[in-house]
């Protein structure tokens, strides 16, 4: 009877498990992710450190281009003006509320960063899967070029692009104070394809012998669906894992090129510009006046790399689950 108990209980078993709904790849992702204590730290951080910019016009006690000349260089939570909120972290040397830019310019900085990320993962990946899937002249012609695009030297020539840019003044007129982020968004997008070129051509490479790729152009699917429906879709693992590691590289390139000035120019704030401004505080001064814009530099891509290492970990199939 014990036999033919457990028998049926083993059968019970196998039935409910036939019964269960598959598990989904990135269900199994995010909960691999989940355990990844890195990757939850720094996606809990990154993303009190988005909300906290989006909500800048609610959190910061001061617009960021009020100037104060009586209160130039505060020291940390000073008083305000009567009836003003102190200034938590100080001001600049203009009087502006320190606190209050580091909001704005995160939002700036954040936005630069999430419209090179996706322009880039875009022409990447459209570059990568059309060399891949269609081979031979179009190939070596795509990979021939990406291949001169990568021996470039990029900061010589984001400096001279950005500098020599801003003499149009069709464009200055068009876009006004904005006129410096769009020229930053398009030189680090210009140069910023070439690697996710690189990684989805092989990952293209890889699937268009598999068996599903072949038994689809036989039941007569185009060139253009088994690319967007087939070879797109299964290498959006090293895709997201590109986004996310490259993210954080976008706002250090940023934060380069406005702190040498040939980048996000002010009024409009970034991260990199502070520290430009930095640059003339008084010794005293200068620590402070460094370290806020630099810290969150340094939270902001820390935070991203963590996400990457994790998310890397959690879409590799040869994990267990």
Do not use: C
Request: no cysteine.
């Amino acid at each position: 009877m014990a036999t033919a108990t457990t028998v049926e209980t083993a059968a019970d078993l196998a039935a409910l498990k036939s019964t269960e709904k598959p598990v989904s790849q990135w269900a199994i992702a995010w909960r691999r992710l989940r355990r990844h204590k890195l990757a939850m730290i720094g996606l809990v951080t990154f993303s009190m450190i988005v909300i906290a910019s989006v909500l800048a016009p609610v959190i910061a006690p001061y617009d960021y281009e009020e100037i104060n000349l009586n209160q130039s260089y505060a020291p940390f939570n000073s008083p305000g003006e009567p009836g003003r909120p102190n200034h938590f972290l100080g001001t600049d040397k203009l009087g502006r509320d320190i606190f209050s830019r580091l909001l704005y310019a995160g939002r700036i900085s954040l936005v630069v960063a999430l419209i090179v990320t996706v322009l880039t993962i875009f022409l990447g990946a459209a570059a990568g899967a059309i060399s891949g899937s269609f081979g031979g002249a179009t190939d070596t012609v795509l990979m021939r070029f990406t291949d001169i695009m990568l021996t470039l030297p990029t900061l010589p020539l984001l400096l001279i692009l950005s500098s020599n840019l801003r003499q149009f003044v069709q464009l200055q007129t068009f876009l006004g104070s904005n006129l410096s982020v769009a020229i930053i968004i398009f030189v680090l997008v210009i140069f910023g394809w070439m690697t996710v070129a690189r990684l989805v051509r092989g990952n293209v490479l890889s699937l268009r012998g598999q068996d599903f790729i072949e038994a689809t152009r036989a039941l007569g699917s185009s060139r253009s669906r088994i690319i967007m429906k087939h070879l797109v879709p299964n290498s959006m693992a090293p895709i997201i894992v590109a986004a996310t590691l490259g993210f954080g590289a976008v706002i250090i390139s940023e934060a380069a090129l406005s702190f040498l000035g040939f980048g996000v120019m002010p009024p409009v704030p970034t991260w990199g510009n502070m520290l430009n401004e930095a640059r003339n505080s008084p010794l005293e001064y200068l620590f402070v006046q460094a370290l806020s814009p630099g810290f969150m530099i340094f939270v902001v891509v820390l935070s991203i790399n963590f996400i990457g290492d994790g998310l890397r970990d959690a879409l590799d199939p040869r994990l267990s689950l």
